[in-house]
């Protein structure tokens, strides 16, 4: 049978209570840290992740030099995991191969051979394909780090010993940038210019209070891999680097290939970063398909070594800016690259830091080195110089350190008696050669002495001085500022920056939609469609049993639909959304928040210029421009203001300089248009008074060329402005009764 696995009655010793509670706490919040500290949140100091730290410096360990050979990158993985790093080969080859990418890492650290992936987005050849050797900016990471530069801890296994921080010579946090996702927090730091940077340093050497305004002075703003243009504006990037938390617009950078006869196309030479520029012509071609780019006909790769991107035209005709406008509002060809500046302080405390900041740890890290370095040089000299005294003491004494050597029992001791010496200085004497007692040893011994107490002195006087220890980190980053300058191929700035072209919204909106003729249908019970082609007779259209015509008119799918109900509410529909002919088309109550209480009074093409006369059914109105009955939102825009049982009644254009106005009692009523005020909501003013009903029909019209009617039968009348007289009057006056002819309907038309 197999053993009991249950617990020992009576409890016993081996047994204690334990609170579920907070031993789940605890293990949350050591996970963590364990994450925020020691895998996903860089280091302010060095900018690097543990896992990129390693692998650095398990290359160093390997004598992976930029002068050197490559080797095997499965054998540093191997070693990296094996030494240092407890978790997956396939995690750490990916971080190496980031490293090594030129269009991920601003400053590679890692020399690649062989596949190491593409800006395509296709993966690295496997590890056991590829070689990799340090470069000349992971040198300078390491730099000095057998100098007591930096503190040591014992790695995973206690077998070995590993750096908590690199020197960091080379300000490689804002120069290559990082990401990563913590427990509750993240980090997002795009690359920046390394000569820019040192720059930016320089000067708050200078001025140690130098606000983030004046290292934007030096700091142009992110200097990307992949080139590109941000387009944000001085503002909002200084408040970025303030609060350290923002982001920036990366636009391609595009020109236009001049191919005769009027004719062109457009050629991408640089993409955003982080953008992969497979996925990216995936997305133009599905875009193509789907018919939302009208304005362009093809997309082309042509790219080798750099980037080529042919964008082809619809026709000559076409507005190339306004053509990349459209793509960069529907593609990745724009895209925003955030910056989120959390990092570890310090290597212990995780916070968000501004840019002057995070200089600031980084130049008071390299203070630090500084001083280490020098005490660990200064201990090697005093050590160096007490074995030179030594030697001077016996060459001063020779015959008698040579007679004690000979003839003493205990010469080592007999030494240290005789001269003073030390038990090192007379031990480096009695395993002196002989060769060694010639005069020009000694020369060159005493030359050395005085060369190493100057340095000495000077190292002892560079540590009891901070303006010469700051002299110092300056020359430093200076020689740093000078390797990776923007006159080299390596420092030259890649990413520019400019104002985004001001183009016009609606344009931008028509040009992503085909221009196709439809006709708008809407019923009675506000049922809407959009057939194809411009429909000239509207008794073949079909209806729902109950419903009929309410409204129809030739538009484009370009244009945009104002819908005007008896609530006094304006809707705004494209046209190019609306359903098919085949059925009744849709609801328009499932389009728009149209009440149920109000019906579809109008709908027409917008048209900005144009004015509209509004009219109630109790006969007040105003004059109201379309462009301010545009609804940007399902809801509308209240127009008119009624409330029941009165409605919105007319909606008419406005044309020449009077108005006609007709009540249900038949009545009509002329006075001048100036006599409406302009207004973009409101109530209205009175236009006729009326004893019972309300208004029946309005229009505007020029007196000089008569006013003009329809009647039942089809024949068209016409009243002079002379015999208009008797009509005429001023607004919200009774009227007086229709003249002979009119129709009995009491409408215009």
């Known amino acids: 049978m197999g053993q009991s696995i249950l617990p020992p009655d009576g409890g016993g010793d081996d047994i204690q209570p ?10 949350y919040l050591a996970y963590a840290l364990s994450t925020i500290m020691h895998r996903a949140l860089p280091d302010v100091r060095d900018g690097m992740k543990p896992v990129h730290r390693r692998i650095v410096y398990a290359m160093r360990e390997m004598g992976l030099r930029p002068n050197g050979s490559h080797k095997k990158s499965a054998k540093i993985v191997g070693e990296v995991m094996g030494n240092f ?36 987005g296709d993966n690295a050849a496997a590890m056991r394909y590829t070689e990799s050797k340090m470069t000349p900016v992971a040198e300078l990471l390491l ?22 921080v690199l020197p960091g010579a080379f300000p490689n946090l804002l120069a290559n940038g990082a990401t990563g996702i913590a427990v509750g927090m993240a980090t997002s730091i795009p690359p920046h210019n390394a000569a820019e940077l040192c720059e930016a340093a ?30 944000d504006d001085k503002a909002s990037m200084l408040e970025a680097y303030k609060t350290g938390r923002g982001g920036f617009r990366v636009r391609a950078r595009w020109e236009t290939e001049d191919l005769g006869r009027g004719g062109y196309q457009i050629i991408v030479t640089e993409i955003p970063y982080q953008v992969q520029k497979s996925r990216l012509i995936e997305k133009v071609a599905e875009l193509l398909i789907a018919r939302k780019l009208p304005l362009l006909d093809d997309i082309r790769d042509e790219s080798a070594e750099d980037i080529r991107l042919v964008l082809v035209p619809k026709n000559r005709t076409v507005d190339p800016t306004l053509l990349m406008e459209s793509l960069f509002r529907l593609t990745d060809l724009e895209s925003r690259v955030p910056l989120n500046l959390n990092v570890l302080s310090m290597g212990r405390v995780p ?29 090697a000299i005093e050590r160096r110089l007490e074995l030179l005294s030594g030697f001077l003491i016996a060459y001063l004494n020779l015959d008698e350190v040579i007679r004690i050597i000979r003839e003493e029992d205990e010469p080592k001791q007999e030494l240290m008696t005789t001269f003073g010496l030390s038990d090192v200085q007379a031990e480096v004497i009695l ?9 020009l040893e000694e020369l060159e011994i005493r030359k050395e002495f005085d060369n190493l107490s100057k340095e000495k002195a000077e190292i002892e006087e560079l540590l009891g001085s901070e303006p010469k220890q700051w002299a110092a980190v300056a020359w430093e980053i200076g020689d740093v500022r000078k390797t990776f300058s923007k006159e080299t191929e390596l420092g030259r700035r890649r990413t520019t920056f400019a104002d985004a072209p001001v183009a016009d919204v609606e344009a931008i909106q028509q040009a992503m939609i085909e221009k196709e003729p439809i006709t708008v249908v809407i019923s009675e019970k506000a049922w809407i469609r959009g057939m194809k082609g411009h429909i000239s007779d509207y008794s073949t259209l ?43 088309g849709e609801p328009l109550r499932i389009m728009v928040d149209m009440d149920n209480d109000q019906a579809v009074l109008t709908a027409f093409n917008h048209d900005p210029a144009r004015k509209l006369l509004l009219a109630s059914t109790v006969g007040n109105g105003f004059i109201v421009s379309e462009g301010d009955m545009v609804a940007n939102t399902r809801k509308g825009k209240q127009i008119m203001n009624v409330s029941l049982p009165a409605e919105m009644r007319i909606c008419v254009p406005v044309s020449g300089d009077h108005v006609a106005v007709i009540g249900q009692n038949r009545k009509m009523l002329i006075f001048p248009l100036e006599q409406l005020p302009e207004m973009s909501r409101g109530k209205g003013v009175r236009l006729q008074r009326y004893k019972d009903g309300g208004i029946a029909d309005v229009r505007c019209f020029t007196l000089a060329d008569g006013l003009t009617w329809e009647d039942s039968a089809g024949r068209v009348h016409t009243r002079s402005a002379e015999e208009l007289k008797e009509w005429m009057g001023d607004r919200a006056q009774a009227g007086r009764t229709v003249p002979k002819g009119f129709p009995r309907s009491g409408k215009f038309s």
């Open 431 to 439: 395993n002196m050669r002989l060769r060694s007692l010639r005069k």
């Open 18 to 27: 334990v609170d579920l509670k907070k031993a789940l706490e605890e293990c």
């Open 351 to 379: 916070r968000v830091m501004a840019l002057n900041e995070v200089l600031t740890e980084w130049l008071a890290h390299r203070r630090e080195v500084l001083e280490r370095r020098s005490r660990h040089r200064l201990a």
């Open 143 to 164: 730099e000095g780090i057998d100098e007591d530069a930096v503190d040591f801890r014992t790695t995973y296994d206690e077998e070995g010993r590993e750096p908590t």
């Open 542 to 584: 079909t209806f729902k049993d109950g419903d009929k015509l309410k409204t129809a008119f030739p538009a484009h799918t370009t244009d945009k639909l104002v819908i005007v109900t008896t609530g006094g509410k304006a809707y705004t529909l494209g046209a190019d959304k609306l359903p098919g002919g085949r059925g009744h």
């Open 85 to 120: 790093h407890p978790h997956g080969d396939q995690a750490i080859y990916d971080a190496l191969v980031r490293l090594a990418q030129s269009f991920a890492v601003r400053y590679p650290l890692v020399d690649g051979q062989g596949n190491f992936g593409n800006i395509d």
């Open 202 to 231: 320089l000067h708050l050497i200078r001025r140690p209070g130098a606000s983030v305004e004046d290292l934007m002075e030096y700091v142009e703003g992110p200097d990307f891999p992949t080139g590109g243009i941000v387009v």
